[in-house]
């Protein structure tokens, strides 16, 4: 976009919320599943839990194809006006949208059990493997061409994380109060009916948030065509000797194993343990207001000690909260809350810097190798995430089975126990493995980051005299 003069608009603001609303209309869908999805199908469609956790897993061997084909075909697409990665938004916010929306097709509950199954696979594979590929490769993609600079690129990811919480905050504040009921036994339990309309408001507005991103960003550096002959063997030797890439792939699989790991649990220990569906949602808006509190400031913060500095001192936070809640195993839903919202502190440290990290690994891919990778670095850290959401949804599913969880023994006193367990657990084991990797595995600290800047600066400005 250009302004009157014919010069390239400054980054700015503009950018930044642009941004923001492109991972807000991620998470309207994305948190949807990672939220609801394993208690939609076990308690309204009737689906074993571990079936559920199962499918979820398996498809994360389609991703493995459909991501990185998705982002060979983003590098070999040719830049246009709007630039090389926008255009995607708005070709496939519309088909991520409607995927979404025929996951919780609640008039099929009465169906066979056999077609309930198949629905459940077909449609979590049109949205996740193919449609949400579409769409989300391109918008993680385009942060490295909106602003070459690190700070910016940080700025980026931190109104990325802010998306993401206005998200969550619609999802995890206000779907909880509308989708939930009271029984004749005062258990809190999940309408399938108003569970398949807040699918629809979320994505109507997803597709509101992807225009928005298309219309208020700006990608100022141009990334050209990739026309080099794709070899998926030389791909993967690549990769296995891309230390930042195979770092950040693990911090991604073991924070999203603590973090949507939460998240699936959250829809089980208030209603269940606690029998408190409204402290779900406080517990949900108070998260919200720490991450922006947060925003206003991480910016600098990374700058002035190093994203990877700053990440480890926000793991080791959260893990000393989720183990301090196993160790105190605390029936009082407020005394949960609180240290819940110390462990926000501390992954929203991490959370809010990722996005820049990534961006951080495709320039030193750049500078190791002389060639940028956007599409094709960007999807195998997505096929990572998206390993994490699997591995995440389909641990708590199969915990959720041995620990004895139906429809029948919900709020049996061992079960629920058993969930808390389960809650405490799997975020704290995420946490301290992603402590490790940062520590011993990530290589790009404040210093390489920095180096990897100036070198290629210097680079493009050599190109550009030329």
Request: glycine share 8%; with cysteine; charged share 15%.
């Given at each position: 976009?250009?302004?009157?003069?014919?010069?390239?608009?400054?980054?700015?603001?503009?950018?930044?919320?642009?941004?923001?609303?492109?991972?807000?209309?991620?998470?309207?869908?994305?948190?949807?599943?990672?939220?609801?999805?394993?208690?939609?199908?076990?308690?309204?469609?009737?689906?074993?839990?571990?079936?559920?956790?199962?499918?979820?897993?398996?498809?994360?061997?389609?991703?493995?194809?459909?991501?990185?084909?998705?982002?060979?075909?983003?590098?070999?697409?040719?830049?246009?006006?709007?630039?090389?990665?926008?255009?995607?938004?708005?070709?496939?916010?519309?088909?991520?949208?409607?995927?979404?929306?025929?996951?919780?097709?609640?008039?099929?509950?009465?169906?066979?059990?056999?077609?309930?199954?198949?629905?459940?696979?077909?449609?979590?594979?049109?949205?996740?493997?193919?449609?949400?590929?579409?769409?989300?490769?391109?918008?993680?993609?385009?942060?490295?061409?909106?602003?070459?600079?690190?700070?910016?690129?940080?700025?980026?990811?931190?109104?990325?994380?802010?998306?993401?919480?206005?998200?969550?905050?619609?999802?995890?504040?206000?779907?909880?109060?509308?989708?939930?009921?009271?029984?004749?036994?005062?258990?809190?339990?999940?309408?399938?009916?108003?569970?398949?309309?807040?699918?629809?408001?979320?994505?109507?507005?997803?597709?509101?948030?992807?225009?928005?991103?298309?219309?208020?960003?700006?990608?100022?550096?141009?990334?050209?065509?990739?026309?080099?002959?794709?070899?998926?063997?030389?791909?993967?030797?690549?990769?296995?000797?891309?230390?930042?890439?195979?770092?950040?792939?693990?911090?991604?699989?073991?924070?999203?194993?603590?973090?949507?790991?939460?998240?699936?649990?959250?829809?089980?220990?208030?209603?269940?343990?606690?029998?408190?569906?409204?402290?779900?949602?406080?517990?949900?808006?108070?998260?919200?207001?720490?991450?922006?509190?947060?925003?206003?400031?991480?910016?600098?913060?990374?700058?002035?000690?190093?994203?990877?500095?700053?990440?480890?001192?926000?793991?080791?936070?959260?893990?000393?909260?989720?183990?301090?809640?196993?160790?105190?195993?605390?029936?009082?839903?407020?005394?949960?809350?609180?240290?819940?919202?110390?462990?926000?502190?501390?992954?929203?440290?991490?959370?809010?810097?990722?996005?820049?990290?990534?961006?951080?690994?495709?320039?030193?891919?750049?500078?190791?190798?002389?060639?940028?990778q956007d599409g094709t670095i960007y999807s195998v850290y997505s096929f990572a995430r998206k390993l994490g959401q699997a591995c995440s949804s389909g641990l708590a599913g199969v915990l959720l089975s041995i620990v004895g969880y139906t429809t029948a023994t919900a709020f049996d006193p061992k079960v629920i126990d058993g969930i808390y367990n389960v809650t405490c657990l799997m975020p704290a084991a995420g946490m301290t493995l992603l402590l490790l990797a940062l520590i011993f595995l990530y290589p790009l600290n404040k210093k390489r980051v920095e180096?990897?800047?100036?070198?290629?600066?210097?680079?493009?400005?050599?190109?550009?005299?030329?």
């Amino acid at each position: 976009m250009t302004d009157n003069n014919g010069k390239v608009r400054p980054f700015g603001i503009k950018d930044k919320l642009g941004y923001m609303f492109g991972d807000f209309g991620n998470d309207f869908t994305f948190l949807l599943s990672a939220m609801f999805l394993l208690k939609f199908y076990t308690d309204v469609m009737g689906v074993s839990a571990a079936l559920v956790g199962l499918m979820m897993m398996a498809a994360r061997f389609v991703d493995a194809i459909t991501d990185v084909t998705m982002g060979q075909i983003v590098d070999r697409s040719r830049p246009g006006k709007k630039g090389k990665f926008a255009p995607w938004l708005r070709r496939m916010c519309g088909p991520v949208a409607l995927a979404s929306f025929l996951m919780y097709a609640t008039w099929f509950k009465d169906m066979p059990m056999g077609f309930k199954i198949f629905w459940m696979f077909f449609t979590y594979l049109l949205w996740g493997s193919i449609c949400y590929t579409g769409i989300n490769i391109p918008y993680g993609s385009m942060a490295s061409a909106i602003s070459d600079n690190p700070t910016d690129r940080t700025s980026l990811s931190n109104w990325r994380t802010i998306g993401a919480t206005l998200a969550q905050t619609a999802i995890g504040v206000v779907l909880p109060l509308v989708v939930y009921y009271t029984d004749e036994a005062g258990n809190s339990v999940l309408s399938g009916q108003k569970m398949m309309l807040g699918a629809l408001v979320c994505s109507i507005g997803a597709v509101i948030c992807y225009m928005l991103c298309y219309k208020m960003t700006t990608e100022r550096v141009k990334v050209g065509q990739n026309t080099q002959k794709f070899s998926f063997g030389e791909l993967i030797k690549e990769l296995a000797h891309n230390r930042s890439l195979i770092g950040i792939i693990v911090c991604a699989l073991v924070f999203l194993l603590a973090q949507l790991s939460l998240s699936n649990m959250n829809a089980y220990i208030y209603p269940n343990y606690f029998g408190n569906i409204k402290a779900m949602s406080i517990a949900s808006l108070s998260g919200t207001i720490v991450i922006l509190l947060l925003s206003t400031f991480i910016t600098k913060l990374a700058s002035k000690i190093g994203k990877k500095e700053l990440s480890v001192i926000g793991c080791i936070i959260s893990a000393a909260s989720f183990i301090t809640l196993f160790i105190i195993h605390t029936h009082n839903v407020w005394i949960w809350i609180a240290l819940i919202i110390i462990a926000t502190i501390g992954t929203s440290m991490f959370n809010m810097v990722i996005w820049a990290m990534i961006t951080d690994v495709i320039d030193e891919s750049e500078v190791q190798n002389g060639v940028r990778q956007d599409g094709t670095i960007y999807s195998v850290y997505s096929f990572a995430r998206k390993l994490g959401q699997a591995c995440s949804s389909g641990l708590a599913g199969v915990l959720l089975s041995i620990v004895g969880y139906t429809t029948a023994t919900a709020f049996d006193p061992k079960v629920i126990d058993g969930i808390y367990n389960v809650t405490c657990l799997m975020p704290a084991a995420g946490m301290t493995l992603l402590l490790l990797a940062l520590i011993f595995l990530y290589p790009l600290n404040k210093k390489r980051v920095e180096a990897n800047a100036a070198k290629l600066r210097e680079i493009r400005a050599a190109k550009e005299q030329q």
